[in-house]
């Protein structure tokens, strides 16, 4: 069974900085793309980060020299490194699996498994 879990969301002000941690059961991070997603309220779903089987990255404009996305493959753990945070990127953020290559950031229909999700919340 496939289970996602992810942590570390929180409040911070405009400028701070969180790290996201998804806890993967069920699953070999190294068969799987991995990705990073958020969806404010009124607004659809949108791909923040993904990395492939080869550790190939992508990031959606809007996060692009502030986010980081890692993971241990020892632990099972993928991370999102959050630096600079704004107002705008308040959001639930969600991990999720997709066997197989990555796709081009979208809504992340592809993908197969989600977490739970995580709340961040930027004060301006």
């Known amino acids: 069974q496939v289970q996602l879990v992810e942590s570390g969301g929180g409040s911070v002000q405009a400028g701070g900085s969180l790290r996201l941690s998804c806890a993967a059961s069920?699953?070999?991070?190294?068969?799987?793309?991995m990705g990073w997603f958020r969806q404010a309220p009124g607004k659809e779903r949108e791909g923040v980060a993904s990395?492939?089987?080869?550790?190939?990255?992508r990031f959606a404009d809007s996060v692009k020299g502030r986010f980081t996305i890692s993971q241990d493959n020892a632990k099972n753990t993928l991370y999102l490194q959050m630096n600079s945070l704004k107002p705008e990127d308040t959001a639930m953020y969600y991990c999720?699996?997709?066997?197989?290559?990555?796709?081009?950031?979208?809504?992340?229909?592809?993908?197969?498994?989600w977490g739970q999700g995580t709340q961040v919340t930027v004060s301006s």
């Open positions: 990395m492939d089987q080869f550790a190939f990255t």
């Open positions: 999720a699996a997709d066997l197989g290559y990555c796709p081009l950031l979208g809504p992340g229909d592809e993908f197969d498994y």
């Open positions: 069920g699953i070999t991070y190294r068969r799987y793309c």
